[in-house]
């Protein structure tokens, strides 16, 4: 049986209702970032730096040396981005060293890695090839084995791990044409069939999903008689009857993702391949994201240490006025900035990574933080090497080896890192999201007195437990130790920059405080607002993991001394950012722009686009959705 699915019409209140029942709520673990947004400097849960136990490292080290010669000799990235695709012998290699089980357990027939060493292996095998690394990287991070690890059922797991670990490829289906980042409206329909959901609608931009073997799917199950109904999460084969690859996509960068449109018509699934009970889908991507997360940043800290070879390799060549380019200011400084954040993105990741491995923090903001930041980041360092190769950072590698130059794909890597401001959440659905975690604290005590739709006599019961929680929290907003002279004095010439952390964490609670005393239950209106908060809060946490990381190298390596020049010139950097998003939070064109936009929206400045033609068609802005039979062909295909 099937039914038409219609996209559910819902209001803004009921989107943020279904974003808010899918957030885990509780905090039974300490987390760094929050308590840095509550102008708590809590140094001890990242100082010493936590470091991996010695089997992990045998094991991660072991299978580091395996990847890095199958990258060396078995990964043509230049060929991937020639033919736009990945060749079966390259995932068919994946299979055979064990790569798409690193994250599964050993009992599973996988290799068992740390989240440090998965997130290692992303970055090694995403500097051979950008669309290879998203390969793994949706297969483990988002794809099946996460969400089996964390709410399967033991019959799951032992039904789809071992082939999940060996031979089976899987992707993520949450994304629907007219569906983004606002799950209330999804509308693939799983309806209740016997012992069996029948599953119908289209999903967009499903990475992996045009070779994958095993998907799991978002689809939305109708409440009815014995079933509560909403968002649910299915293991659902990929070659079932009923599923066509309807295109394979294609894009600006990584031109081998096997990402494609799929249409599920009439797709009968066992409810025994449900995962978690009928509801929790959102829930479950969310919670599955708190680790995955890591594997874009990872991607991105590997990005920024090839731009920093390049970018030495070229400019002490390169010569201009007598003299290498690099020996010029103008280049200078931009090298310094790639090389100063390459260290602090690769301690981002690292931290929040080990983090992840000891399992005492609660890293959910830290993930998402390392997520906003190497993204955006990775992106600027890329953008400053293309501008120090000129000309040749503009021209394919192609192009300059057939005019006996070296291959350099820095454009390429230019286009391939554009999506991880987008992928995975964006950056200003990242902004909004880890804005949320971090006025948690507040909206737990105060949140109803803002709230229009609570009763007096509740607004009356959270004023006095606000009362209570700000008589205790704001005076410790006063004064800290980053005004003592010798706070953090361990950490040498590093810890004038942990004391600025420790009294600008304190600074940034009291401007969110400020903020939400002002607007009230306005504050989720200012964006423009909450997305400096998140930049402030970014900033401080890569200060604190690039101090923590240079102290540890100086106690365990023969670079300690380097390390520490690399983390004062970053928080340098990170600091005269930082003192820039202050003055903006307060001096901005947040109003001017809301008008002028609303303006553009009323057709106010259609003169201003005259004078030009539109290179593109008159086709619809969405593509149509409809429920029902494919009329195209089925371009999935198997690796063997």
Known sequence: MTAPTQRPKVTEREARQTAEAARERDWHKPSFAKELFLGRFRLDLVHPHPLPADEDVRRGEAFLATLRAFCETRIDGARIEREARIPDETIAGLKEIGALGMKIDPAYGGLGLTQLYYNRALALVGSASPAVGALLSAHQSIGVPQPLKLFGTQEQKDAFLPRLARTDLSAFLLTEPDVGSDPARLATAAVPDGDAYVLDGVKLWTTNGVVADLLVVMARVPVSEGHPGG?????????APGITVEHRNAFMGLRGLENGVTRFHGVRVPAAHRIGPEGAGLKIALTTLNTGRLSLPAACAGAAKWCLRIAREWSAVREQWGKPVARHEAVGTK????????????????????????????????AALAKLYGSEKAWLI??????IRGGRGYETADSLAARGERAVPAEQLLRDLRINRIFEGSTEIMHLLIAREAVDAHLSVAGDLIDPDTSLADKARAGARAGGFYARWLPGLVAGQGQLPRSYAEFGDLAAHLRYVERTSRKLARSTFYAMSRWRGRMELKQAFLGRIVDIGAELFAMSAACVRAELLRTTTDHGREAHQLADAFCRQARLRVDDLFTHLWSNTDDLDRRVADGVLAGRYTWLEEGIVDPGDDGPWIADATPGPSTRENVHRRIP
């Open 231 to 239: 968002i649910t999460a299915f293991v659902v084969e990929a070659d």
């Open 335 to 366: 090298i310094s900035f790639i090389a100063a954040t390459a260290f602090a993105l690769e301690a981002v990741v690292d931290l929040a990574s080990q983090l992840a491995d000891e399992d005492r923090n609660d890293i959910r903001i830290e």
């Open 382 to 387: 890329a953008d400053e090497l293309v501008q």
